[in-house]
């Protein structure tokens, strides 16, 4: 009986849970595998220690939030968000204002504005759009965040769960943020950003941020680009699109996808009015905004590229800006070039190309024509042709091109006798061709074009036929030597050669130099280097940079007052009389053809501009030059063809703006070294002073063996004897055309030094009254109505090299 007292035993399962503690009764510090049991429950943590875990677990969480919120900081702001894009100008009206835009440098295109100047529904459209509770939340959006994650992780389409503070922390002070860590980080800054920055403040610094698409960074660069008006003249419907467009502009743009953007456009206004920022009326009055064709930039495309690629150059090399800061400064530069001009330089080649100066024949296609005009008063460049189009040959042929110059080239001779005392009348040899003992040895021929002779001639008459006899002879008398340093001083930047010949211009130069070299000239010997830049203003108007304009005195001005005479006598009676001379204001300048007509020029003046017109043609190989294809029934293209007919065309259209439609004259001419030298040599011979008790002669005879003479050589006699050639015609039928029917004063007559004496020159017997003259009449005819093809065909006497 006592046995059946007993407790029943527990079963096998439970009696099996449980053993002897450890040996000795001691228990482990770290229990586990769980002592004392077998089984399952061997395995299973107490609940204790799950408690204990979780416990600590969240603690941990805790402190390491509490860490990670004490130690990230806003660091500072990203650099891009700073950029503003730099602007280039054309030159305005007035010296140092702007005119119209040139073309932009950026590395985003942005305008930074003032949050304060915008109008108030600008950020609420983009708070509707983003974030509704912007104006009121702490920087984070728990719900949106949690709302994002869930739906990340069960696999469907990314989903966003960034308040619009969440966006300006990315992109104002990170960058592009995509892992979970890099997002609880953008999630403290946010916190840390609302507590130190006011809802105004970074709703500006976002908006000015923000990328819109249309290449727009910020508010104000995208309502260039969308609306074509500043952002403050934004209208609700305008503010809605920019709005809607900002989660994905490429694709939400009206141009792109007009449905879609018209949707989600609907969106942000059916947001602004459940915020309360809009009224339901106020709302069913808005309308869908139009917006303007999108251009897409391409900086450097067109003509316009050449310009802007020199303006970048020029303020690189004046060390005050790197690359990166001239894309990113938000600075203003104005250029020296006007766009009247400009454009008439543009058109004129256009015309060129087309066929309009000529028969309507068109030159080859691979021939390379440059045009460039400079200031004579301040250096500035004011058109400038390189080219039609940047991207497609990034070669200036103003700046990049060398090409012979030709007898563009002579007139630094002129210069360098000139300051020796060798003056205008001084008589030459005009013989054709030479041979000279400091020439190739004396067994060179120095030939002129054509092989023309002119008997003795003096220096302004051959500077009018451009006589390369003549000047072989002054270039040995000075010296190659001072032909390359009036080169150098005038405002040549190559090297030239030291030899005889560099007088026939064998050497390659830039048209930009020629241009600044007669610019030089024109501005009575003060040189002042081409620039395009004006001036550069800071984002906050004040003067970053201006050049130096005031000029060195390179050469006397009785000089150049001669110098200019005799080449005005090049568009008075020479090699650029049919197409310049037509102009009808006092003009100089100088024709110039290359050996193999490689190269064609024509560099003239007025005082208020130096131009500088070239032509060459590549060859196949795209590097070397080739003869330069004639066209339009010219047998050859020199000086005194096309480059004089481009330049009078191109100077027309310039001389009818008002700034250059005055007629200036120039100085008189000086009659430096006014005594002729008795012989030219080809070394310079020492001759003795007058005495100071002789007086120069106040009456001189007129000279002569006039009659008969062709009017250069007559035209040099009586420049000889310091006397003032004028030209005029009539018809006879006893002396040819070209040659000198008589002298008025006669020959032998004593006239005051510095008199005019009238040459007058036949033109050949007058026309046969018949219905149509005969072939050898017709190129005497003068032609009824001039025009650009006939001048373009004329062949100047004496213009090779020239």
Do not use: C
């Amino acid at each position: 009986m006592a046995a059946s007292n007993r407790r029943a035993a527990p079963p096998r399962a439970r009696r099996a849970t449980r053993r002897p503690t450890s040996e000795g009764g001691k228990r482990r510090f770290w229990d586990y595998p769980r002592s004392g049991y077998t089984g399952l429950h061997r395995w299973l943590p107490s609940w204790r220690v799950l408690l204990g875990t979780f416990i600590g677990g969240v603690f941990l969480v805790l402190g390491a939030g509490v860490a990670a919120f004490a130690l990230v900081q806003p660091p500072d702001e990203l650099d891009e968000v700073s950029f503003e894009t730099t602007t280039v100008y054309f030159a305005g009206a007035e010296p140092g204002t702007p005119g119209p835009v040139m073309g932009q440098f950026a590395e985003q295109k942005r305008e930074i504005v003032d949050y304060a100047t915008l109008p108030d529904h600008i950020g609420k459209a983009v708070a509707a759009g983003e974030d509704k509770t912007f104006f009121s939340n702490r920087g984070i959006s728990i719900t949106g965040m949690a709302r994002a994650f869930i739906n990340n992780v069960q696999g469907k389409p990314t989903q966003g769960g960034s308040t619009l503070t969440q966006q300006y922390v990315e992109r104002y002070y990170q960058n592009t943020t995509t892992d979970y860590l890099g997002k609880a980080k953008e999630a403290i800054l946010a916190i840390k950003i609302s507590q130190k920055e006011s809802k105004e403040q970074i709703m500006g610094r976002y908006l000015n941020t923000i990328y819109f698409g249309r290449d727009s960074y910020g508010i104000q660069a995208a309502s260039q680009s969308y609306f074509g008006k500043p952002a403050a003249e934004l209208s609700v419907s305008e503010a809605a699109l920019l709005a809607a467009v900002i989660p994905s502009p490429n694709n939400w743009d009206p141009a792109n996808s007009p449905e879609k953007a018209q949707q989600r456009w609907g969106i942000v206004l059916d947001s602004m009015v459940d915020s309360g920022w809009l009224t339901a009326a106020d709302r069913a009055a808005q309308v869908f905004p139009t917006t303007i064709e999108y251009a897409r930039g391409e900086t450097y495309r067109g003509p316009n590229g050449y310009l802007l690629k020199m303006v970048e150059d020029e303020l690189l090399a004046t060390k005050l800006w790197r690359e990166d800061e001239l894309r990113t400064r938000g600075l203003e530069i104005i250029t020296t070039i006007d766009p009247e001009v400009q454009e008439a330089a543009k058109v004129s080649v256009e015309e060129l190309r087309a066929g309009a100066l000529s028969d309507g024949a068109t030159p080859n296609e691979r021939m390379r024509v440059s045009v460039v005009s400079v200031d004579p008063a301040t250096g500035g460049i004011v058109s400038l042709y390189g080219g039609p189009d940047y991207l497609a040959d990034s070669r200036n042929t103003a700046t990049f091109d060398l090409i012979q110059a030709g007898s563009t080239f002579k007139p630094f001779t002129l210069v360098a006798g000139l300051e020796k005392g060798i003056g205008l009348g001084t008589a030459y040899d005009g013989r054709s061709p030479q041979r000279f003992d400091a020439w190739g040895g004396g067994e060179v021929d120095v030939r002129n074009f054509g092989n023309q002779d002119f008997g003795r001639i003096d220096l302004a008459a051959a500077t009018a036929d451009s006589v390369n006899t003549v000047y072989a002879q002054l270039n040995l008398e000075v010296g190659p030597q001072s032909t390359a340093e009036v080169a150098k001083k005038a405002g040549i930047t190559t090297e030239p050669t030291l030899e005889p010949s560099n007088v026939l211009g064998a050497d390659a130069v830039h048209p930009l130099d020629m241009a600044g070299a007669y610019a030089t000239f024109a501005a009575q010997g003060v040189h002042r280097a081409p620039h395009i830049v004006q001036t550069v203003l800071n984002t906050d108007g004040s003067v970053a940079y201006t050049p130096d304009t005031t000029g060195n005195q390179a050469f006397r001005p009785e000089v150049m007052a001669d110098a200019t005479y005799a080449m005005t006598q090049v568009v008075e009676r020479g090699s650029a009389e049919r197409n310049v001379k037509p102009l009808g204001r006092p003009i100089a300048g100088k024709t110039g053809t290359s050996s193999e007509n490689k190269s064609a020029w024509f560099v003239g003046y007025v005082p208020q501009l130096a131009t500088a017109v070239s032509l060459s043609q590549l060859a196949d190989d795209d590097r070397s030059l080739v003869t330069i294809t004639p066209w339009g029934g010219v047998r050859e293209v020199t000086g005194g063809s096309y480059p004089s007919a481009l330049w009078a065309s191109y100077m027309e259209k310039v001389f009818a703006q008002p700034e250059y439609a005055e007629v200036q004259e120039f100085p008189a001419r000086a009659n430096v070294g006014r005594k002729p030298t008795a012989t030219a040599t080809a070394t310079p011979t020492e001759t003795a002073a007058p005495e100071p008790t002789e007086e120069a002669p106040t009456e001189v005879q007129v000279p002569g063996g006039l009659v008969g003479r062709t009017e250069a050589d007559a035209s040099g006699a009586v420049l000889a004897a310091n006397l003032v050639p004028s030209v005029t015609s009539e018809r006879s039928t006893s002396v040819p055309a070209g040659r000198v029917i008589r002298a008025e004063p006669g020959e032998g007559a004593t006239v005051g030094v510095g008199s005019t004496v009238t040459i007058v020159v036949s033109s050949g017997p007058p026309p046969q009254p018949t219905p149509q003259p005969t072939q050898t009449q017709q190129p005497q005819q003068p032609q009824p109505q001039p025009t650009e093809t006939a001048g373009a065909g004329q062949q100047g006497p004496g213009n090779q090299g020239g």
